[in-house]
């Protein structure tokens, strides 16, 4: 049996400064290099949905879609292509530092279709202007106004523990039914809103659901304006998924914060029952 030859992995630093740079009209800047299974047509329409407003928080980012990234080492690899071998050791992204940029390099051959790609794009998007600009205080008070009511579940594995470890502080019971409010559906509300108005609560934890819960509500909100999706396609097995009614509240409330761009439309439609 004839052997496979090794692909050669690049250094992402390389990768950077010889892949000619795109613009879209929102003036966010990207990157298409190697065998990455989608065309520059087909990414132009994911990359101009970020809102103008929210790119141009995002001037010093260069996001580079590339077929896998290996982060095995302290410098970040690149394949220009796909094996199985290389696919195991991928990562969906790595963000590198290169000539005064932040350069994120996104593993497209690890996607398994637009939705993944888009949502994994978008996913840091969200992360990195909240890094750079930081959560509008409105949906702070919303999101904890949510928190406090007991609304069930999440948007992510990050703000559902955040929000946990920031509430826990404040309502002073036995372990047993700390475990049952995993669930965010037994908490007492007015302990929890006694312990806020007391400072009882984790405030570290307060500002990491904070930062998560905004971070996913963009990405999301996003997505929403590229493709058409289901509220069940957000749902994951590690946590409970936030409930419809307070998702498109949050949702509402970041497409009035960030417009969406010419040609993209916001709309959440709801499914009837006969």
Not at 43 to 71: C, M, R
Not at 223 to 250: C, G, M
Request: charged fraction near 25%; include cysteine; hydrophobic fraction near 40%.
């Amino acid at each position: 049996m004839a052997e496979v030859a090794q692909m050669e992995l690049l250094p992402a630093s390389q990768v950077a400064q010889q892949t000619p740079l795109l613009q879209s009209e929102n003036r966010l800047s990207y990157a298409i290099f190697a065998d990455t299974h989608i065309t520059a047509q087909e990414l132009e329409p994911i990359v101009q949905a970020v809102p103008n407003a929210v790119a141009a928080a995002l001037t010093k980012h260069t996001y580079y879609f590339v077929p896998l990234t290996i982060g095995e080492t302290e410098e970040t690899m690149v394949a220009p292509g796909y094996t199985i071998d290389l696919g195991d050791r991928a990562m969906c992204h790595r963000n590198v530092q290169f000539d005064g940029a932040d350069c994120i390099f996104i593993s497209t051959r690890l996607m398994q279709d637009r939705f993944a790609l888009a949502f994994e794009f978008f996913i840091n998007v969200g992360h990195h202007f909240v890094e750079a600009a930081g959560v509008p205080q409105t949906f702070c008070d919303l999101v904890w106004s949510q928190a406090v009511a007991e609304v069930r579940g999440e948007t992510s594995q990050d703000s559902y523990e955040s929000r946990r470890r920031a509430l826990d502080r404040g309502r002073g019971e036995s372990p047993g039914s700390r475990m049952a409010e995993r669930t965010f559906s037994r908490v007492d509300l007015s302990a929890a809103a006694r312990g806020a108005e007391k400072g009882r609560v984790d405030e570290k934890a307060k500002t990491s659901f904070f930062e998560s819960a905004f971070s996913d509500a963009l990405a999301i909100y996003m997505l929403s304006l590229t493709l058409d999706f289901n509220y069940t396609d957000l749902r994951e097995r590690e946590y409970p998924l936030l409930a419809a009614p307070a998702l498109a509240e949050r949702l509402r409330h970041v497409a009035g914060l960030f417009p969406p761009n010419s040609g993209y439309d916001f709309q959440i439609s709801y499914r009837h029952k006969f």
